[in-house]
């Protein structure tokens, strides 16, 4: 009889069998709520001996039907945040919808939370929601124009239910909370629709979670939204009508290194050229372009990818990012080869993006070869334009910033129309509305071809280009400050590192 019993939980345990403590952690709840289910008949499990066990696959859709997190909400609580960020949801959904989500009272307030901060960022044509468990609570951040604003805090017990709701519709593993994660769900306002890519990762007080937001009807900005003076257009443009090289755009994250490469490819692609684009993940569709998205769990990352398309013909290749040597050999031998490449770097500047290449171990030659012309870009938020005002700058801090962009291209007029932003509703008193692109733009001709063979510094490269009439990030800040564009501190801000 013995034997039996040991055989059948054997048998059990190969079925994924969890004990009542490990089935308690798994649902995020304490073994007396767990015990307290059981007596209620809402969850099932099985006596093996004295002990309780239960199933993962039960435990799984238990979670799926009503995850435990959301009992520990006051409905009252999340009602009055809600009603605090002063959004209408009529005509607001996400897809795909949950058909067994929410369906109790708590786990719907958590869900009209979740819809109201998407909402409210939406609104406020903000990229990211951050949530964040702090020491007292958790709270919720979002970026507008590139700057993080607190948009609420909520009680510590509801974050969990909130960071459960949110995985429900990116289609993660709810009841893991230490290994990181990624997802993706759909969201529709109105007749728009944008793709929420989630993101989660453990802290030290708990898991935090960042929601970016991607609209999908978004139109390729052209030049002069982004700001790109015409000189530095033509330049560009002259790069990317080439038929073979390498152009690449440098910058940092979220500095709109894609929208550029969108921008300028909109202007060369046509039926009569097969290009492709390698993107992480495609974020604007382009007529004309086969765009292939990075796909890692099934073993199609850069490198992969871009030795891949080389065998479907192609004339143009956008590589989303040179990330490892292995795909900056892969966008050098495709370059050199027969093809034109775009691909994007993260450097400080434009002569920086050359010392990254040869630091990642490029022969000087290929790179010398290969290389078209090199875009650096930044954001600088613009003023705004309900409140702007004219601004006196201390002449302590202008003239520093005055020798930098004069040194990079670009002499201050001697009557500069400097603004700033008072603050007012239209701006959220922030004194800033929106973001216009700074830029320098280094075409490779063969003088510095010669500096890049002889590995020059990136001081004589800079130097070299200045000559030849590049303008440099500080110089294009500059001038967007005198001509009343962003103010003269928000350029100093966004390019104290570009040197």
Known sequence: MARKKVES?????????????????????SRSTLTRWLAEGRLRGMKVGRQWRFRRADLDKFGQMAH???????????????????????????????????????????????LSLL??????????????????NSVVRTR???????????????????LACIKYHADMAVDQTTPNQDGIFGLKVGEQTYHVR???????????????????????????????????????LHALRAPVGLVIVTGPTGSGKTTVMYAGLRHVVNPELKTLSIEDPVEVVIPWITQVPVNRKAGMTFEHTVRAVMRHDPDIIMVGAINSLAVAEGCLQAAMSGHLVVSSLHAAGATPAVSRLLEMGLEPFMVAESLLCVVSTRLARKVCPKCAEPEEV???????????????????????RFMRGKGCDH?????????????EVMEVDEDLMRLILARASTRDLQEAAVKKGMRT???????????????????????HTAE
């Open 394 to 416: 201390p002449f302590d801090v202008l003239s520093p910033l005055a020798e930098r962009a004069r040194q990079g291209g670009y002499t201050l007029p001697p009557n500069p």
């Open 144 to 162: 507008i124009d590139g700057v993080l604003h607190e948009t609420a805090r909520l009680p510590r017990a509801a974050h969990k239910a909130l």
């Open 68 to 114: 435990p997190s959301a009992a520990a909400v006051n409905v009252g609580d999340l009602d009055g945040i809600v009603a605090g960020l002063g959004v209408k949801l009529e005509g607001v959904s996400t897809d795909p919808a949950l058909p067994n989500y929410p369906n109790t009272e708590e786990e719907i307030a958590v869900d009209r939370l979740v």
């Open 198 to 236: 989630v993101s989660t990762l453990p802290a030290v007080y708990g898991e935090s979670a960042v929601m970016r937001i991607l609209p999908q009807s978004a139109q390729i900005p052209d030049f002069e939204r982004i700001g790109m003076r015409e000189e530095d257009k033509n330049k560009f």
């Open 119 to 136: 909402m409210n960022a939406v609104s406020a044509d903000a990229s990211d929601v951050h949530i964040e468990l702090a020491q007292e």
């Open 9 to 29: 939980e054997q048998g059990v345990v190969g079925q994924e069998l969890l004990g009542l403590q490990e089935a308690a952690a798994a649902l995020g709840v």
């Open 473 to 495: 990030l500080a110089a294009d800040g500059l001038r967007k400050a005198a001509e009343g564009i962003t103010s003269v501190f928000e350029a100093a801000r966004v390019t």
């Open 427 to 439: 701006c959220r008193g922030t004194g800033h509305r929106g973001r216009t692109g700074l830029y």
